[in-house]
């Protein structure tokens, strides 16, 4: 005599995350940044290289000066084009902005050029390339603060899901900022330091992300001292949706031998 076991139908529901290929998701490309701090300078030169599709470049800045209006920045160009300005933090006299420029230049090394106002005391500026960015509107956010501390840091709440986020930091110091891996760790960090100050940059991401969401990204040093963080938010050209799948697993009848 055999014995039948249970046969039947189970329908399971599962939520599956797709991983992101490199065409579903902005992607850092390349990045600059001056070797060293500049000293009494009114502007600032250096070369990006240009690679990808649907570009965008996002230039830091940072001075510092005892005279707010030399810190002023009159413009900054990407292959003599003109620079869009995102937005400028001030701690004291101490000062960092963003710009950006979408589009591709059509080389593969472009020169960015920052100009002041006037002549200051210390200056540093640097670059980060992305692809797969929204060419219409490709900045969807951007915030800033200011302290002192040992924990450079800034809140900023993004506006689509898989924005990506990067900051510049700068501040006194006598030892280089890192990532804070306890808090929003950055995929890539640029550091600088010397001539009494240091700065900052790097760019964090977390997809799939379901939602907007406020980051905190975070840098540490080990020595308390005045500092700026301006931050922006780069919006995706894709939409990266969760899909469900419905999956049906059959149990069929089985006979064992008695």
């Not at 600059?32 to 990808?52: R, W």
């Not at 620079?83 to 020169?111: C, F, H, P, S």
């Not at 509107?137 to 800034?154: D, E, F, K, L, R």
């Not at 964090?204 to 540490?220: C, E, F, M």
Request: net charge negative; proline share 2%; glycine share 6%.
């Amino acid at each position: 005599m055999a014995t039948e076991l249970t046969a039947g139908r189970r329908d399971t529901s599962l939520i599956t995350t797709r991983r992101p290929l490199e065409r579903n998701r902005i992607v850092q490309r390349e990045a600059n940044m001056m070797d060293a701090f500049q000293t009494n300078v009114s502007s600032l030169t250096f070369t990006h290289i240009n690679v990808g599709s649907n570009q965008l470049i996002v230039v830091g800045t940072a001075a510092e000066d005892a005279t707010a209006s030399n810190r002023d920045i009159t413009g900054v160009t990407w292959e003599g084009q003109a620079m869009t300005k995102i937005r400028e933090d001030v701690n004291g006299n101490k000062e960092t902005q963003l710009w950006y420029k979408e589009g591709d230049a059509g080389n593969d090394n472009v020169t960015i050029v920052v100009t002041f106002s006037g002549t200051v005391a210390k200056a540093i500026a640097g670059s980060l390339g992305f692809e797969n960015v929204d060419q219409a509107t490709p900045i969807s956010a951007s915030a800033g603060n200011t302290g002192t501390s040992t924990a450079p840091n800034v809140d900023i709440t993004t506006v689509n899901k898989n924005d990506m986020t990067m900051d510049f930091a700068f501040g006194e110091s006598v030892d280089e900022m890192t990532t804070n891996y306890a808090l929003v760790a950055h995929n890539r960090q640029r550091n600088r330091e010397g001539e009494g100050v240091a700065a900052a940059m790097g760019e964090t991401v977390d997809v799939p992300r379901l939602s907007a969401a406020t980051l905190n990204l975070a840098w540490i040093r080990d020595n308390s001292s005045a500092w700026v963080v301006s931050a922006c938010a780069i919006t995706p050209s894709f939409t990266q949706n969760l899909t469900a799948n419905k999956r049906n697993t059959t149990l069929n009848t089985v006979k064992r031998p008695a």
